[in-house]
């Protein structure tokens, strides 16, 4: 039988963390990604910020660095432009892989096309002792002393151990890489609007030089329309702003889904913590939550194994009571904003993006990041006395 301190489950960026985390403190960890290579299914449209990619120590190359926002509604068109570049769109499979390089690099066993099927639990039924696996047509049992659930929206774990239900709120999107003919390089664009998204928005995100991602989210409840066939009337009616692009050519496909209801109560049990998609850490604005996953996969993993190292797994408590420190907050006034935006008609887009083109390009950042904390909230009501930018960061700080 197979025997590992720590189990993996899920080789996204939140899983790919925790595994170098934990095998970085010497313990022995074990990943399992159910898709054929890391990377091999992207789910994700990759925009991202530099500050946060440099202190979490991803190389520049793996970005292309954006310093321009541009919004589109259905009667308006603003640009924020800013003199540095703080956002970026990532080298999503690049980035991926080298989270999975480190990881190895320190000791971590990552199988690929191994889909974790089943828990098993001690005859008390109280501790998690292995997972049963899927690899290569055979199935395996790997024990373990901790499993670490980074299946991200799906909660594979956290559901199957009646924890958690599905998800009732998402998002779910379809994007096409594309060659471009016709790209500005440092500016990522937003679409929003009945004609781009009916609930959420389209976009237009700069990979390197001709060729970008250009997708569709669409709200679920909120709305019943496939994001598939709104893209390809997006590309094929060329609506503004795609017919700048010039001629457009789809190289690869991409779809996901991402909660978008906060996040879960509860994210560590007897012997299991949850991360990333699967314990709803992402920013739900304009829901990107690699940044995130990344943070508090390493978190998940050093906690993880400093409790088994010190033979004490109710330190792994300390886990939820960290990231919640850092974002828990953010998240819900982040979700208040994004909640009446899903509600936003034509006309109140074409007025919101005014509220947007009235802050300073730091105020923007910080708002689009979710950085809510009360001096930022009561300098921006301060400097900007409009009624109608004062709605929008009431909405924030009201409890
Ligand atoms: C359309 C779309 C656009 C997005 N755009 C952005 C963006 O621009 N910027 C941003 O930061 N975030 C964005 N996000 C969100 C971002 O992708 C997620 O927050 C992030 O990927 C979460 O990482 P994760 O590791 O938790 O989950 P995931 O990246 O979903 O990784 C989970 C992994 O677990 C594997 N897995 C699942 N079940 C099993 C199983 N039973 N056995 C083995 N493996 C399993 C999956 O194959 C997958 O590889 C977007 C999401 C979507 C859907």
Known sequence: MNSYDIAIVGGGPAGLSAAYSASRNGLKVVLFEKDKSIAHNIRTSGVSWIDAMKKLGIPAKLYNPIKNYRFV?????????????????????????????????????????????????????????????????????????????????NSIIGRKLGYYSKWTRYGVGAEYECYCETLDLDTWTLMVGSQYSPAGYSWIFPISANRARIGVGIGKPESSEDPLELLNQLVGKKLKPIQELGS??????????????????????????VVGDAAGQSNPLVLEGIRHAIEFGRLAGKIGSESLISEDLNLIREYESEWKKIIGNKIQAALKVQTRWMNLSDDEWDKELEILKEMSIDEFLDFITAEFNAKKMMRLAINHPKLIVRQLFSLIVKK
């Open 73 to 153: 509604s259905p009667n308006n068109d603003i640009r924020i432009n800013g003199a540095e570049a703080k956002s970026c769109v990532l080298d999503v499979r690049g980035l991926y892989q080298y989270l999975a390089a480190i990881a190895a690099s320190k000791g971590a066993d990552i199988f690929i096309n191994a889909t974790v099927r089943d828990v098993i639990f001690s005859k008390d039924n109280k501790k998690i002792t292995s997972l049963i696996v899927s690899n290569q047509g055979r199935k395996n049992e790997f024990q373990c002393k901790l499993v670490i659930d980074a299946s991200g929206f």
């Open 248 to 273: 457009i050519q789809p190289i690869e496909y991409h779809s996901g889904f991402i909660p978008n209801q906060g996040t879960r109560i509860s994210t560590v049990f007897d012997g299991l913590i």
